[in-house]
């Protein structure tokens, strides 16, 4: 049957597309190879949120593309925010491309294929089947990302992602029950919950906010070990949900908030207005009460439009407080289309990168203090692989994997991905840890 190369880009609810179009393709009948010079279809799918992710797509694309004039490639299919956002660009600029699909036609990718290079009949299924067809090669089948809504109601003043993907849509409960009971069937231990705004899940078919709902539900499930929550906006976290993660064992006490700035004046402007730095700093207290042990992960944006040196510098005062456990920090991308990017007094590129130096210098600290702190004490870590000399990679419940730290050791009896188990922190190599068996 012909080959085909998929490549994902972006987010994590790229990676849960990405895996459906090759569960989907599979379930067809095709071979999803690993090497782009084998393939007789190569499919990129983009992200297009800021101008840097669109130009690391473009790059690629353009990169693959001479596969059609060097190797087997016969087509070469463009799907993802990118080709959603500029579908007509690439169809001027990048004429190597065969076919673009937009963000809600990626279950179509098996017709598509049929049409450009022939193909064995279409085996209809549900999107749980076809992630468990994804998956049988997977490096790393012991994690699963579950998407449990599309779109975004938030209309952040600096995003596309409304006119990408459309307004906010939750799955029913009963369908992520069901996808997630055929993972952990199939060999997963942690499921990483992904959605524009996980925190609203639910809302927009039951009337009410179901996410404490669905983690109990979820936790009830035998086999499932961690159930990790990313992408939750702090205005719509309630107080049932904090109560629900601290009171289930199966949750990580780890939450991924992006809160984007900490001054009133700047989330007004942002279109984050709903909040403000009182609410946040009450939010953040709230969720350390319940859950000490807690690890919160963040994001901040410096230099949107109208951050002059005291908004700034209040920023930096708020991180330097509030110490958060992980923080990642982008400089504001002017993104055609959204209204920050009509906004004035737009920040000079070298502010803006000079002031996230100066932000991640600040968080470096900070992280390197608390790694070290954790030197002496006994954790659960998740085992992610082996390595040829024996030594194993993985992470606690406090780390999200491929995004935050890592814990490596040495253990004489054979483990595989997935399987927990208790180790002694015995060194902090500023980022990760190093530790031993107990």
């Given at each position: 049957m012909p080959n085909i190369y998929l490549v994902s880009l972006g987010c994590d609810k790229n990676r849960v597309d990405g895996e459906t179009m090759v569960g989907t393709l599979r379930t067809a009948g095709y071979n999803v190879v690993h090497d782009p010079s084998q393939a007789a279809a190569i499919v990129v799918n983009t992200c297009g949120f800021i101008r840097d992710a669109v130009e690391e797509s473009i790059n690629l694309i353009l990169e693959l593309a001479e596969y059609k004039t060097e190797g087997t490639c016969r087509a070469l299919v463009v799907v993802g925010c990118m080709a959603e956002r500029y579908r007509d660009e690439i169809r001027q600029s990048i004429p190597e491309t065969d076919v673009i699909i937009g963000v809600g036609q990626y279950e179509n990718i098996a017709q598509v294929m049929g049409s450009l290079i022939g193909a064995p009949s279409v085996v209809p299924q549900n999107e749980g089947m076809a992630r468990i067809a994804a998956r049988f090669d997977d490096a790393t089948p012991h994690i699963a990302y579950i998407k449990i809504a599309e779109g975004c109601d938030n209309h952040c003043s600096y995003c596309t992602i409304p006119a990408i993907r459309g307004p906010y849509k939750s799955r029913p409960l009963e369908d992520i029950i069901e996808e997630s009971r055929q993972?952990?069937?199939?060999?997963?231990?942690?499921?990483?919950?992904?959605?524009?705004?996980?925190?609203?899940?639910?809302?927009?078919?039951?009337?009410?906010?179901?996410?404490?709902?669905?983690?109990?539900?979820?936790?009830?499930?035998?086999?499932?070990?961690?159930?990790?929550?990313?992408?939750?906006?702090?205005?719509?976290?309630?107080?049932?949900?904090?109560?629900?993660?601290?009171?289930?064992?199966?949750?990580?006490?780890?939450?991924?908030?992006?809160?984007?700035?900490?001054?009133?004046?700047?989330?007004?402007?942002?279109?984050?207005?709903?909040?403000?730095?009182?609410?946040?700093?009450?939010?953040?207290?709230?969720?350390?009460?319940?859950?000490?042990?807690?690890?919160?992960?963040?994001?901040?944006?410096?230099?949107?439009?109208?951050?002059?040196?005291?908004?700034?510098?209040?920023?930096?005062?708020?991180?330097?407080?509030?110490?958060?456990?992980?923080?990642?920090?982008?400089?504001?991308s002017r993104e055609d289309g959204t209204p920050a990017a009509t906004m004035p007094k737009q920040v000079r590129e070298s502010t803006k990168i000079s002031r996230m130096e100066q932000i991640m210098d600040l968080q470096q600290k900070i992280h390197f203090a608390k790694q070290g702190a954790k030197v002496g004490a006994v954790v659960d870590v998740m085992v992610d692989a082996v390595a040829d000399t024996g030594e194993y990679t993985g992470r606690t419940q406090h780390d999200a994997y491929e995004v935050d730290a890592v814990v490596t050791f040495l253990c004489e009896r054979e483990l595989k991905p997935g399987d927990i188990c208790r180790v002694k922190i015995t060194e902090a190599n500023d980022y990760d840890l190093i530790g031993c068996i107990v």
């Open positions: 993972l952990i069937a199939a060999g997963a231990r942690e499921l990483v919950l992904v959605a524009q705004d996980t925190t609203l899940y639910g809302t927009d078919i039951y009337g009410e906010k179901k996410l404490p709902e669905l983690l109990r539900s979820l936790a009830a499930l035998d086999n499932v070990q961690w159930i990790r929550l990313m992408y939750a906006y702090p205005e719509h976290i309630t107080n049932e949900l904090i109560n629900t993660m601290a009171e289930l064992p199966q949750v990580c006490k780890y939450i991924d908030m992006p809160i984007q700035h900490s001054e009133d004046k700047i989330l007004q402007a942002m279109g984050r207005g709903l909040f403000n730095k009182k609410e946040l700093t009450a939010k953040i207290c709230a969720l350390r009460e319940k859950m000490p042990e807690i690890a919160i992960r963040t994001t901040v944006i410096v230099g949107f439009p109208g951050e002059g040196a005291r908004e700034f510098e209040r920023l930096a005062e708020f991180v330097s407080e509030t110490k958060f456990d992980r923080l990642g920090v982008f400089p504001y």
